[in-house]
């Protein structure tokens, strides 16, 4: 069964660009140009991924990111965010309402379906019941099973994609990963793709963490490692 994607875009030059080779990927797609055509579409949520303009005629991409998130239905369609506007806030923005990925136009179509697969193979993939249900770092406790972060016993709210690097980085204390590890690992990228997608994120993750964002250590040149030990 092929993955069905929708193209939220209103230029139409660069929406039937898009369906156009989506379709050669074998991907089935639907296209609108408006927040009030794309819920009319999404009121069917049975789309694999979407593709979301920011600068919309009848309002803000984001205003619709957050509403997709916010429902029950659709709230685990992966999305990709797609702007000419390089804002560091947008996309901080963006990631904090549930993103999956940011796009800066102009960009390579083929990189785009590069990521839009990379997303879709990471989503597919079946969840093993973990072995270790918690995972704690001094102040710091994960319990791996229901996505929750303490610290202090107080809880900080990440999104997925934020407490599966932070679990990433933890699970690996000690050791150095590079940009192109946490890609992998995290985002499921190939090294052909190339993005700040993981500055952006251990940005706002180190910001959640507050006190413990200190042991998110850059290594510079390198990559990421959190520390061996909270001393």
Same mark, same amino acid.
């Given at each position: 069964?092929?993955?069905k994607?929708?193209v ?8 039937k660009t898009? =369906? ?8 089935e797609?639907?296209g609108?140009?408006s927040?009030? *055509?794309?819920?009319k579409?999404?009121?069917?949520p ?15 991409g984001?205003?619709?990111? +957050? =509403? ?11 999305i ?5 506007k ?9 990631? *904090?309402?549930?993103?999956d ?6 960009f390579? &179509? @083929? =990189?785009?379906?590069?990521? &839009? +697969?990379?997303?879709? +193979? @990471?989503n597919?993939?079946?969840?093993l ?11 710091l ?7 929750e ?13 934020e407490f ?6 933890v *699970? ?6 590079t940009r192109d590890?946490l890609?992998?690992? &995290? ?6 793709v190339? #993005?700040? #997608? &993981?500055?952006?994120?251990?940005? @706002? ?7 413990m964002? +200190?042991?998110?250590?850059t ?13």
């Amino acid at each position: 069964m092929s993955h069905k994607v929708l193209v939220i875009e209103d230029e139409p030059d660069i929406r039937k660009t898009l =369906e156009y080779n989506l379709l050669r990927e074998g991907f089935e797609v639907s296209g609108c140009g408006s927040i009030k *055509e794309a819920k009319k579409l999404i009121e069917d949520p049975k789309f694999s991924i979407i593709l979301l303009d920011l600068m919309l005629p009848d309002g803000s991409g984001l205003d619709l990111c +957050k =509403e997709i998130k916010s429902d029950t239905a659709t709230k685990d369609i992966p999305i990709v965010i797609l702007t000419a506007k390089d804002d560091e806030v947008d996309k901080v923005v963006g990631f *904090e309402l549930g993103a999956d990925d940011y796009v800066t136009k102009p960009f390579s &179509v @083929r =990189e785009l379906i590069l990521r &839009v +697969k990379a997303i879709l +193979k @990471r989503n597919s993939k079946t969840l093993l019941t973990p072995i270790e249900v918690n995972r704690n770092f001094g102040s710091l406790k994960m319990d791996i099973e229901s996505h929750e972060v303490f610290i202090d016993d107080k809880e900080v709210i990440l999104t997925a994609l934020e407490f599966k690097l932070l679990n990433q980085l933890v *699970e690996r204390r000690g050791r150095v990963q590079t940009r192109d590890q946490l890609l992998s690992d &995290v985002w499921g990228y190939s090294a052909d793709v190339t #993005t700040r #997608t &993981v500055d952006t994120h251990i940005k @706002r993750l180190r910001e959640k963490l507050g006190t413990m964002g +200190k042991y998110v250590q850059t290594i510079r040149g390198v990559g990421y490692k959190f520390s061996r030990t909270p001393e």
